[in-house]
């Protein structure tokens, strides 16, 4: 497509009114978006269908705004859903002020890749593996060999009771 229509997304941050005014540069439209690391999800909605064959994508781009990361899309069949940013969990993202969204309107078959790209990339997975990983190695600090005679090959692991406290 060549040209989108300024009032075909609504862009939903929660907390916050629905943006429907966006700038336009060539075939994208996008607004600065503050303090990134504070949004947790965001919520796009077409206002009026697109063509057919076509969806509508939301990305982000931080400074230089050189390159655009996929966030999720939208199309006449789905006409809204709500995406997790990550933005606290990226390094990338969580100590930015500002951050640019930009949308589009691509072709299905563009836009069905890059969904499918996108789910095998789950940050929030990531991030809950390092935090378990972390909580067993602070636990496995405390393990001491001999400590409990217990059957042969038996190994025990014995913490204080305010272990999670100060972990």
Do not use: C
């Not at 781009?61 to 995406?83: H, K, Q, T, W, Y």
């Not at 933005?87 to 563009?110: D, G, I």
């Not at 969904?115 to 095998?120: A, I, N, P, R, Y």
Request: proline share 8%.
């Amino acid at each position: 497509m060549d040209s989108i229509s300024p009032n075909v997304f609504g862009l939903i941050i929660p907390g916050e009114p629905m943006i429907t005014e966006f700038q336009a540069y060539e075939d994208f439209l996008f607004i600065d978006i503050p303090k990134p690391a504070s949004i947790t999800t965001i919520g796009l909605v077409l206002t009026t269908p697109l063509p057919d064959g076509f969806g509508g994508s939301l990305y982000y781009s931080i400074p230089p705004f050189e390159n655009l990361e996929f966030i999720g899309a939208v199309g006449n069949l789905r006409p809204s859903d709500i995406f997790s940013t990550n933005f606290a969990l990226n390094p990338n993202t969580n100590e930015l002020s500002t951050l640019k969204l930009v949308l589009r309107v691509e072709p299905l078959e563009n836009l069905k890749t890059l969904v499918e790209l996108s789910t095998s990339i789950d940050v929030q997975k990531e991030f809950v593996k390092k935090v378990a990983k972390n909580l067993y190695n602070a636990m496995a600090s405390y393990h001491k060999e001999g400590l409990i005679i217990g059957p042969e090959g038996a190994d025990y692991l014995v913490i204080p009771s305010n272990f999670l406290e100060r972990w």
